[in-house]
DNA sequence: TCCAACAGGATTGAATACAATATAAGCAAA
DNA sequence: TTTGCTTATATTGTATTCAATCCTGTTGGA
């Protein structure tokens, strides 16, 4: 053995690194919907050939975060207002069931790190901020099961349609409407007391909500 | 103009056309659950170089048709049962929504069809036979509507439990089971009825019936 | 002025060649 | 005989190179 740490190859590894990078510079939104990507700069970028970053481009076209078009390029994947509808409807059917396999399991720290959040996020006044919170909100309600692919299904719609919570949270926020909060409120209780079927209730009508909030805003999908 | 016919360029579309029947062999059960599948043999078999090869293999593995390790080689996906009663937990959530999308565009022909193949299932005793028709069924359930992410969604869950409905079907179908015929005769009429709601519990509960039978076969995923 | 045909350049797709890694067989020592 | 190490081979990962395709700016004509 020539070393301690255990270092996992840097071999074989190159394109999930690249697609890493390339997914969190789309959800940020440093890379908008629409952006050209070519396939040189990511390389030189990464200090890698093309071939580590087709290989990337791959794996986030079927994230859906990037559109591919043969012979001819990459784009970061744009969303219309129908399509995004589409996904909060699976995500109202699929988050539900994820929430029950989660709830028998969830410990005492992440309940009170949910309290923690939900109480962030009634006195944020950043936008960006806001987004974070509520993400780590719905998503530590789905930390504690270990499924193989609700959980992954789940995170690709929350990460298909980030751009465009983004943008409408800029224009929803500043109509003051408060019952996002309480059903994040009411969501942390029905979990906190084991109510399996009520939380799944919550949850769903908090997702639709947000969906018919969604389709008020179509001017977010213009462009 | 060079020519008359509009051809697609069979440039670009290798790893596509790789992929797609490496996709039919797996489904047909030509691939095993287990198999290793070597880049080389893929290559040499298609008359092409490796690369295209590993772009098919990364896009099955997207769709959970094969599992790669880095450095190491890929493999055809294999399932316990515990993943297959989650898909198919999946599948009873997201089947009743495509069905939705669905009930109020399918046309008269295709209803039609529906009855001959409920009708040529009852009276099938080939179990090959049987999940074609099955397959069939259910999938022009969703062919009216065009959906971005939940059709295709819906198509990979019936991919990746493929191999398991087969098995599955052969020791189950010895048992003699009725009620999965009935179940098919119900959803036609409510489906012919636009019955929305009917449509979507009907569904629901015969996924649901289907993976508590399943539950009972826990040998299906021996080795 | 507008449109179509035509280079030219830029970009992607695939093949070959080489480097890194993992598996397996053989060998030595306990 | 078994265990651990070593070496050989097979397989995968990446870089380089060349070919096919697409986009764009230009030029010629109507």
Redesign the interface.
Known sequence: MDDMTLEM?A???AGARIASELRDAILTGEQQPGARILQNDLADRHGASR?PV??AL??LE???LVTLV??TGAWVSRLSL??CE??Y??RE??E??LLRYNVPLLSDEVLDRLTVLADAMESSDDVEQFLRLDREFHLSCYSAAQ????GD?VLR?WN?TQHYRRAFTRVFRSEGDRSVHHEHQLLVSAIGGHDIDGAERILADHIRRTRLELARHPDVFDN
């Open positions: 190859p071999h074989g590894a071939l087709r290989e791959r794996m079927a994230e859906g043969a012979n129908v399509e589409e996904m409807q699976m059917r699929l539900p069931l499924t193989s692919v609700l299904t719609l298909r």
